[in-house]
């Protein structure tokens, strides 16, 4: 079983993301053979001009969307922490989308059951990841992040420190 | 049916009826979509000498072919046609986001918008369901709060929305509709018609895929076009952006300071697209499908405009900037943001504070006349109460509200000869008198003084032609870059790609045909690129326009550039325009009264609007 230190997500960076929405438009053509946001497994937000972020399935530990089905339909790969549909099973009910923090996981407009990145199984790798222009996008681990975190704010801190010599 | 949506709405605003008819594909074909198509849908919906601002003048909204897909920048245009109230021709403002895709999904080429609301009201599009809902509460407020209630009214935050301000409501001749908060349909008054309708809003949500005809050749164009926006034909718009041309025009002298009065800026540098990028740009954004982006959003880090948030272009920089005498980019800032709270075209809101500058210069305007403000070149605190009264329609700035055209004949003494505009329409950032290319199209343009309907500044900036010289040749020059930015804003595609089309037409020709399934080749667009502009020549022909308003600004024709430099006392003389337009005006297959042949207009395949012309053909 995959631990979640090694669980791989899409991940965007908020000072790279303009919200060109192309992950959009890539993903549902991928996934559906029309461009439409509505059918994209990620979406995203611009809160303002300035903060612009693509959001999607983080892979969580214990995954509160799997907790939350009353029917069983969804659960969570051991092999790669994907959250894997049972599509059969799936009444639409939402349950799910209440319980997920992040509106990663959606409701389909046509089929009414609910979709949600699985990071492009069945093209080896996703493709929001390759089509975004500003490589903003990245397939990461939460130690990954962690990492990149620790090493922008302590150059942060040395730039302050030389500005202030 | 693949590109087009197949279907256009009709709103009666008045009663609220809507119907929808089958997109005329034979309009499609020869008008491609955008302001080409917009146009020819407004001409069968209008009568002639439609007052602009009455309910006989429909507003239409037009979206292109290429709209709701992933090709670069080409997802996210739309275009808003109507009689102008600025110019009283025809005319069309484009505006880019993701309102032109959302548009698209909901199932739409076009929108037709006739007559007027008993009330305030806002149009809700939801696919198929299409309503006028209630906009009492949406009165006085900014385009961007109009968005930010509507969203939440609506419970959908990702319902796209077109609003107009309270410029707009007050039927400021300047004022426009924006969507997402800084993208304007900007120029020649259109959020003044849309205003006169009682419409304050368009809100749309679109839900249908968008499919390509050959999903897989349009995939592989795709991804040949992804490498060219990050190329060296889009670098300026992805770092300095178009902010970067205040020291390129600066150090050529075609850069309009004071109103005018000079060709250069002595204060130039603090004001650069250098200094702005190194001290106010906080983020470049994208709009929907761009590949590229190119949208500088400044934020004033400090002093007395501290937090100030908004979109910095060249020609709204130069307008409230130089064109006024202000080095202070702060406060340009400022403006930018005020003209945005409004709604007015940030272009022609800093000339007219120019106009006034100049008028108050010279005595014509007195510092009583303007409610107190010592309007000197250079004061920024009257450019931002000048545009405060001008965005409420308060004191001075009710008059100057209409355009400085309007406003220099009320003001009288004088006043007229300050106003540099064409057809009504307030000038941009190219010194005509020195950009003689540029001023045959500027001169021709059928929305009046714009450098956006067809480019031809380029030539002339870029040494392919001696500038100060007028001759023969600048004819097919600007009439080959006018077809071509005609289709730019038909497809619609964004003006700042146009580079990436590095085999031009056949390139879009080759794009419209994978994501339409239309055969056609570059030749034929070419066509549809004159048929355009001939359609815009028919209408305004109609509206009483002619050669006599294929004119320039009065200082451009009678005041040489006085600045010491390496174009000091070029002008443009009637007699050089004369040739130039004579030029123009045979490259187009017109009398060298400016009217389209019979014969030309059978080569385009418009023998139907023969009537308009009919009579007043002979050269």
């Known amino acids: 079983m995959v631990k979640i230190h090694e669980r791989k997500f899409v991940s965007a960076d908020p000072e790279k993301c303009v919200g060109c929405q192309i992950c959009e438009y890539i993903c549902s053509w991928t996934k559906e053979k029309g461009f439409n946001p509505l059918k994209s497994r990620i979406r995203v937000v611009r809160v303002n001009q300035l903060a612009n972020m693509a959001v999607t ?39 799910c989308i209440e319980a997920c923090d992040y509106g990663a996981i959606m409701l389909h407009p046509e089929t009414k059951v609910v979709h949600v990145c699985d990071l492009c199984k069945d093209e080896g790798e996703p493709q929001c990841i390759k089509w975004c222009p500003e490589e903003a996008l990245t397939l990461v681990t939460s130690d990954v992040l962690a990492q990149k975190a620790r090493i922008t704010a302590v150059k942060k801190l040395f730039q302050e420190a030389r500005k202030k010599k | 049916m693949h590109g087009y949506a197949g279907k256009v709405l009709y709103v009666e605003l008045n009663t609220g009826k809507t119907r929808i008819e089958p997109l005329n594909m034979d309009y499609a074909k020869k008008y491609v979509g955008g302001i080409g198509l917009g146009m020819r849908l407004w001409l069968d919906n209008s009568k002639a000498g439609v007052d602009p601002l009455s309910p006989e003048n429909p507003l239409v909204l037009a979206i292109g072919p290429i709209s709701g897909t992933i ?9 808003f046609v109507a009689k102008s109230p600025a110019t009283l021709g025809i005319s069309e403002a484009v505006a880019h986001g993701t309102f032109g895709s959302e548009m698209k999904r909901a199932g739409y080429d076009a929108v037709i918008l006739k007559g007027k609301a008993e009330k305030p009201v806002y149009l809700w599009i939801d696919d198929d369901s299409v309503q006028l809902l209630d906009a009492a509460h949406l009165l006085g407020k900014s385009p961007s709060e109009t ?22 409501e007050k039927l400021s001749r300047i004022a426009c509709i924006i969507n997402e908060k800084t993208r304007a349909a900007g120029r020649t008054g259109l959020g003044a018609v849309m205003g006169s309708k009682n419409l304050k809003a368009i809100a749309v949500r679109g839900t249908h895929d968008i499919v390509p005809a050959k999903p897989d050749e ?52 603090k004001v650069s697209g250098e200094i702005l990028n190194e001290r106010f740009v906080a983020k470049i954004i994208g709009c929907s499908s761009c590949a590229m982006r190119c949208e500088h959003e400044v934020v004033v880090p400090e002093g007395p405009y501290k937090g100030t948030m908004t979109r910095m272009e060249y020609e709204t920089l130069w ?109 941009t950032g190219y010194d005509l008198r020195c950009l003689k290319t540029a001023a045959l199209g500027f001169a021709v343009s059928f929305r009046g003084a714009d450098h956006n309907r067809h480019g031809a500044y ?14 023969k040749g600048r004819g097919n020059m600007v009439r080959d870059m006018e077809n071509l930015y005609a289709l730019i804003d038909s497809f619609i595609v964004c003006k700042f790609s146009r580079g990436t089309y590095y085999k031009g037409l056949s390139d879009m020709a080759k794009l419209f045909t994978l994501v339409t399934g239309i055969e056609i080749t570059s030749k034929e667009l070419d066509k549809s690129g004159a048929r355009i502009i001939t359609l815009a020549r028919l209408i305004n022909i109609r509206e009483g326009l002619g050669r006599k308003d294929d004119t320039l600004p009065w200082k451009v024709m009678n005041v040489p550039i006085p600045d010491e430099g390496p174009v000091q006392g070029a002008v443009v003389k009637q007699k050089e325009l004369d040739l130039l337009l004579d030029d123009y005006y045979v490259s187009r297959g017109w009398t060298l009264k400016g009217v389209p042949t019979k014969t030309t207009l059978k080569e385009l395949g418009m023998e139907g609007l023969l009537k308009i012309v009919r009579g007043k053909q002979e050269a």
């Open chain 2, 147 to 168: 968005e930010d209630v509507i969203k939440e009214d609506l419970e959908d935050y990702y319902v796209r929305v077109a609003a107009i301000g309270l410029a707009g």
């Open chain 2, 71 to 79: 090709f670069p920048t080409a997802g996210n245009g739309h275009a």
């Open chain 1, 57 to 95: 399935c983080r892979r969580c530990e214990d995954p509160p969307c799997v907790a939350a089905c009353p029917r069983d339909a969804l659960k969570q790969s051991d092999e790669t922490g994907t959250i894997i549909l049972d599509s059969d099973k799936c009444n639409g009910c939402g349950w």
């Open chain 2, 319 to 427: 307008a409230m900037g130089p064109y006024c005498g202000i080095d202070r980019l702060d406060a340009i800032i400022k403006g930018m943001e005020l003209a945005n709270y409004y709604g007015m075209d940030a272009i022609s809101a800093g000339v007219i504070v120019g106009f006034a500058m100049d008028c108050y210069e010279n005595g014509i305007l007195s510092k009583k006349d303007l409610g107190g403000i010592e309007a000197n070149f250079g004061n920024s605190e009257a450019l931002l109460q000048l545009l405060e009264k001008m965005g409420k329609r308060e004191g001075i700035g009710d008059i100057l509200a209409d355009g400085v055209r309007s406003a220099g004949e009320k003001i009288g003494k004088g006043a007229e000869k300050l106003a540099q505009h064409i057809k009504g329409l307030e000038v």
């Open chain 2, 458 to 471: 380029a030539f002339d900036v870029k040494g392919k032609v001696d500038r100060l010289k007028a001759e």
């Open chain 2, 218 to 269: 349009f995939m592989d164009m795709v991804i040949e076009f992804h490498e060219r926006m990050k190329g060296p034909a889009t670098r300026k718009y992805r770092t300095l952006g178009t902010a970067e041309n205040v020291l390129v025009h600066n150090s050529l002298y075609c850069m309009p300071t004071r109103n005018y009065n000079n060709s250069h800026f002595e204060e130039a540098e």
